[in-house]
């Protein structure tokens, strides 16, 4: 099941809302990329990119393109005053450091106890794992943007990963075009709800079992 731009702007916007000044944060390829378009006025965020850019920037105006100029997914970038540039092993020492705050990435499923799930569907080609199996274990926190649900309409959010695992209970925050989850100690919460979805959509397309509080934020 596909996605229309309008719900992949309102999961990035939303997930902007996540980030604080000072912060350093790596997006991943797919919805997460358009995260550095909505950072809140006067938040000043330093973007890493694995192949080596700090303070990297939104998406270039049509006809802007630096062919020189991309991101670890290939698709160009801007920079912001202050960017540096370093090899793609500096970049990852970063990670492997602990420096990253937040990594913002995409997934094919996400287990109720955090497990990642984002880098192989066995059978079909993949180009390589990437890093994120890195920055999902080594990252402060780690958010994922995705579908809540797959192209035959199944769950994506699960009690189990059925899918090879990337990372074991990292991910701390889910965000879909329907809701806002959060993974606690006691389980899955249900902190929002995207308009025009309602608790029982959530309930019925989630495989998880949620934790549904007396009070539910809606986003328009």
């Keep these: 099941m596909g996605m229309g731009k309008e719900n992949r702007d309102r999961i990035a916007m939303r997930a902007a809302q996540e980030l604080k000044n000072g912060m350093a944060v790596n997006l991943g390829i797919g919805?997460?990329?358009?995260?550095?378009?909505?950072?809140?006025?006067?938040?000043?965020?330093?973007?890493?990119?694995?192949n080596g850019i700090l303070y990297a920037?939104?998406?270039?105006?049509?006809?802007?393109?630096?062919?020189?100029?991309c991101n670890a997914g290939g698709y160009p970038v801007t920079i912001v005053e202050?960017?540096?540039?370093?090899?793609?092993?500096?970049?990852?020492?970063?990670?492997?450091?602990?420096?990253?705050?937040?990594t913002i990435l995409g997934a094919l499923e996400v287990s109720e106890r955090g497990d990642l799930a984002n880098w192989i569907v066995p059978g079909k080609r993949v180009a390589g794992i990437g890093g994120a199996m890195e920055l999902a274990q080594k990252a402060k926190k780690v958010?994922?943007?995705?579908?809540?649900?797959?192209?035959?309409?199944?769950?994506?959010?699960k009690k189990q990963c059925d899918l090879p695992l990337t990372a074991r209970a990292c991910v701390k925050l889910i965000i879909?075009?329907?809701?806002?989850m959060e993974v606690t100690e006691h389980g899955l919460l249900l902190k929002e709800i995207m308009l025009p979805y309602t608790v029982d959509d959530v309930v019925r397309h989630t495989e998880a079992a949620l934790i549904i509080p007396e009070h539910i934020s809606y986003i328009p």
């Design 82 to 102: 202050g960017a540096s540039y370093c090899d793609s092993s500096i970049a990852f020492a970063m990670i492997r450091r602990g420096c990253i705050d937040i």
């Design 143 to 157: 958010i994922v943007l995705m579908n809540h649900v797959n192209r035959q309409g199944e769950s994506k959010v």
């Design 176 to 180: 879909t075009e329907m809701a806002v």
């Design 57 to 69: 920037g939104g998406a270039p105006n049509p006809g802007e393109e630096d062919a020189f100029l």
């Design 31 to 50: 919805i997460p990329t358009q995260v550095a378009d909505y950072v809140p006025e006067g938040v000043q965020i330093v973007f890493h990119a694995e």
